[in-house]
């Protein structure tokens, strides 16, 4: 049983930095992907943010392109998130994610794709 673990929410103010990390155990196949998800209480469904694939190929979000980072330590089976000029909007609760069936391209930021779900993380950003 694969076991996900977040942390590293917290407030900040805008254009501020946080780290997220998602620490990865009991593996018993191979991964395919693992990415980022976030979601507010005024939205039902999970938001894709940031995926990473096992090349290394990553994808994000259009409002996070060029403000967030997705990396991962395979060794450490540590997944990151590495936000930057957080905005408002950014304010929800942050969910790692893992999937260990292929994922087609188009579809890396659909949650229903990813079968291994921490239990979150909250990134409050105030104004």
């Known amino acids: 049983q694969v076991h996900l673990v977040e942390s590293g929410g917290g407030s900040v103010q805008t254009g501020g930095s946080l780290r997220l990390s998602c620490s990865a155990s009991?593996?018993?196949?191979?991964?395919?992907?693992m990415a980022w998800f976030r979601r507010t209480p005024e939205k039902m469904e999970r938001e894709g943010v940031a995926s990473i694939n096992t090349d290394g190929t990553t994808t994000y979000a259009r409002s996070v392109k060029g403000r967030f980072t997705i990396s991962q330590d395979i060794a450490k089976h540590t997944l990151y998130l590495q936000m930057s000029s957080l905005k408002p909007e950014d304010t929800a609760m942050y969910y790692c994610?893992?999937?260990?069936?292929?994922?087609?391209?188009?579809?890396?930021?659909?949650?229903?794709?990813?079968?291994?779900w921490g239990q979150g993380v909250q990134v409050t950003v105030s104004s």
């Open positions: 994610a893992a999937s260990t069936r292929r994922v087609e391209w188009w579809r890396l930021l659909v949650a229903s794709e990813y079968n291994y």
């Open positions: 009991g593996w018993t196949e191979r991964s395919y992907c």
